[in-house]
């Protein structure tokens, strides 16, 4: 079975402080694609990332960093010195290499504090 | 480039009455996608097009959902006899090819009274 887990519902924390999200995904398939996506309150989901299951490379793009395991099927996004405006919901996603559909986890909610 | 376009942004309607929705993706798009996301989850895949071919239905889709590409552009989805169970966000994305990243519209609420 194809599956997507984010474990934590919801996480608080104050301006600056480093946060990480977790994502652990299931699938049998050797091709594979991985993404994050952040929902803010506004409601319209913004694409983050894509990473291929060839590719275990981590990335990094100004505050944001995605550490890809694929010995641990994990995927975890981290924010450094948070910001309120990184206050949203995240997904991870999975997508297979013979579909096109994106299977979602239940998401995470950051809040970020002044 | 604008992005990925949807209408109405929010519809209410009775219990029983069918409604429908539009999509217009990036332009240079061929894949466009309907996913629907209901409160604290993710959103759910329904249906994907290439081009105007309708490529895979999901088990959400009963028979009174319906939806169309006619010309590989825009696309319409259409729920008849809406049920209160119908009541979410219904989201369309669109991508440039397999695998690649979808981009995601504002979305359609729907309320069922």
């Known amino acids: 079975a194809q599956k997507v887990t984010q474990a934590q519902t919801e996480i608080s924390v104050v301006e600056k402080e480093d946060v990480t999200l977790d994502c652990v995904y299931e699938?049998?398939?050797?091709?594979?694609?991985l993404f994050w996506y952040k929902q803010p309150p506004s409601g319209e989901l913004v694409f983050l990332i894509r990473?291929?299951?060839?590719?275990?490379q981590n990335e990094i793009s100004g505050r944001y960093s995605w550490n890809f395991q694929k010995s641990t099927s994990s995927f975890n996004f981290t924010i450094t010195a948070s910001q309120v405006v990184d206050s949203a919901v995240y997904f991870c996603?999975?997508?297979?290499?013979?579909?096109?559909?994106?299977?979602f986890g239940t998401g995470t909610r950051l809040q970020v504090f002044p | 480039d604008t992005g990925v376009s949807q209408n109405p942004r929010h519809k209410i309607t009775k219990r029983g009455q069918n409604v429908t929705f539009r999509c217009d993706p990036i332009?240079?798009?061929?894949?466009l996608y309907w996913y629907r996301q209901t409160l604290g989850q993710g959103p759910e895949f329904l249906t994907y097009?290439?081009?105007?071919?309708?490529?895979?239905k999901s088990r959400l889709l009963s028979d009174r959902f319906s939806a169309e590409r006619p010309k590989g552009s825009f696309s319409t989805l259409e729920i008849q006899r809406t049920e209160q169970g119908d009541s979410a966000m219904y989201l369309c994305?669109?991508?440039?090819?397999?695998?690649?990243?979808?981009?995601f519209g504002p979305g359609t609420r729907l309320t069922v009274l």
């Open positions: 990473r291929n299951s060839f590719d275990e």
């Open positions: 699938t049998r398939d050797t091709t594979y694609y």
């Open positions: 994305a669109s991508s440039l090819d397999r695998a690649f990243e979808q981009f």
């Open positions: 996603a999975l997508n297979l290499g013979n579909t096109d559909k994106l299977i």
């Open positions: 332009s240079e798009h061929n894949r």
């Open positions: 097009f290439q081009n105007e071919a309708q490529l895979e």
